[in-house]
């Protein structure tokens, strides 16, 4: 196995955070999982995206600890991989104890059948295979609840929309390469649409406003109503 330099992986980003590139939403969401669970003394918030990894600091004087502490874990991920019969590196973000978020939705989705055709699959299997693990947030991006949900297969990687729609309803459910969403909020985008939902996924008058954050685990219900 080649030795990688991740000193050299590690940049700063302004004087109280460093950004690690990792090229993969893998190692990312068990970097992700492993800073979770095993704290670093200094490090104030973790914050992953789809190849990198953001570690933001209580104070400047941490600076030299947590590197040296990241470029360690970095190491001892590199050569530990994932045990066999755990697919889902993520999990291990959320504590045990913090429950599975359930988001009822009606497939009533307009790309639906295109999905279908896509992943040669019938529509029952598509909502079948939807519902039938439970997915998780791998970062928060592109607007306000908006999160990146994978599974840990991957079997319903389907791509973008060749044309995005210049506006997708809240509470819309989505897939697309690789990852599945729901649209916090009415916007312009161009995932494959196979739902709705009624919940909010971003309340400012809820504490927290996100009904999830990187690392929660979602279990989608199929409703009829």
């Known amino acids: 196995m080649m030795d990688i330099d991740w000193n050299a992986r590690i940049r700063p980003a302004g004087d109280r955070a460093v950004l690690i590139t ?12 492993a800073l979770r669970v095993h704290a670093i003394a200094g ?4 914050l992953p995206a789809a ?3 953001l570690v933001t600091m209580h104070s400047v004087s941490y600076g030299v600890q947590v590197r040296r502490e990241l470029v ?7 050569h530990e991989p994932p045990q066999a019969d755990s697919p889902d590196v993520s999990r291990g973000t959320v504590p045990d104890t913090e429950p599975v978020v359930e988001i009822p939705v009606r497939y009533d989705g307009a790309d639906l059948p295109e999905v279908a055709r896509l992943l040669d699959l019938s529509i029952p299997e598509v909502i079948a295979a939807h519902t039938g693990t439970v997915w998780r947030c791998a970062f928060v991006g592109f607007a306000p609840g908006f999160g990146y949900l994978t ?4 079997r319903l990687t389907v791509p973008r929309r060749t044309h995005a729609r ?3 309803p809240a509470g819309a459910v989505a897939l697309a390469g690789g990852y599945s969403a729901v ?3 009415g916007t312009p985008g161009g995932w494959q649409l196979i739902g709705t939902t009624d919940l909010r996924m971003w309340a400012v008058d809820r504490d927290p406003p996100a009904l999830v954050r990187a690392g929660s685990a979602i279990r989608f219900v199929a409703s009829e109503e």
């Open 22 to 33: 990792l090229d993969d939403p893998r190692p990312v969401q068990r970097l992700a999982s």
């Open 43 to 46: 490090v104030e918030d973790v």
């Open 51 to 53: 190849e990198t990894v």
């Open 72 to 78: 360690a874990l970095l190491d001892r991920l590199d």
């Open 151 to 154: 599974s840990p297969d991957g």
């Open 166 to 168: 210049t506006a997708i």
């Open 183 to 185: 649209y916090p909020r």
